[in-house]
């Protein structure tokens, strides 16, 4: 199946993403089921009602933008989940000041995990409780650390 990149789909939705209130913060496509997943969320938090009201609001206007060429698709728009990966500068400022957890490819002064305080992304570069600075090109994953 022929599709449209994920930026122009992004760009294209950007506007329907600040009237219903939310961020994008991620799409993909799974060629397998032919679908379309837009990962939406909100400061405060996303519900049903808000995860519907988007789809709703992009149906339509994504179907005429035609992104498979006139192929069937299936569109999703969820929440990323707490766990999600930080991928963009904006991910990392959102979550400054909140407990955070990375996953290293290699070790770091002996150590592949690290949790700590999120207190800054300067320079591509992660700094926990202010003084561990991890560059973001050596992180597997960084992402909400899930207490429970």
């Known amino acids: 199946m022929k599709v449209k990149p994920i930026a122009e789909i992004v760009a294209f939705l950007q506007p329907f993403a600040e009237e219903t209130g939310v961020f994008i913060v991620?799409?993909?496509?799974?060629?397998?089921?032919?679908?379309?997943?837009?990962?939406?969320?909100?400061?405060?938090?996303?519900d049903l009602i808000t995860c519907e009201k988007f789809h709703r609001a992009v149906d339509g206007p994504l179907d005429e933008l035609d992104?498979?060429?006139?192929?069937?698709?299936?569109?999703?728009?969820?929440?990323?989940?707490?766990?999600?990966?930080?991928k963009k500068q904006e991910d990392f400022m959102?979550?400054?000041g909140e407990k955070v957890?990375?996953?290293l490819y290699a070790p770091i002064g002996g150590k592949?995990?690290?949790?700590?305080v999120?207190?800054?992304f300067e320079d591509n570069t992660v700094v926990l409780?202010?003084?561990?600075?991890?560059?973001?090109?050596?992180?597997?994953?960084v992402c909400l650390l899930i207490e429970v």
């Open 26 to 46: 991620d799409a993909e496509w799974d060629m397998r089921t032919r679908s379309l997943t837009v990962y939406i969320d909100k400061e405060g938090g996303l």
């Open 67 to 86: 992104p498979t060429f006139g192929a069937p698709y299936t569109l999703n728009c969820s929440s990323p989940g707490l766990d999600r990966p930080f």
């Open 94 to 96: 959102r979550h400054i």
């Open 101 to 103: 957890e990375v996953h």
């Open 112 to 116: 592949k995990y690290y949790e700590g």
């Open 118 to 120: 999120l207190t800054a």
């Open 129 to 141: 409780n202010g003084e561990l600075r991890i560059p973001f090109e050596k992180c597997a994953k």
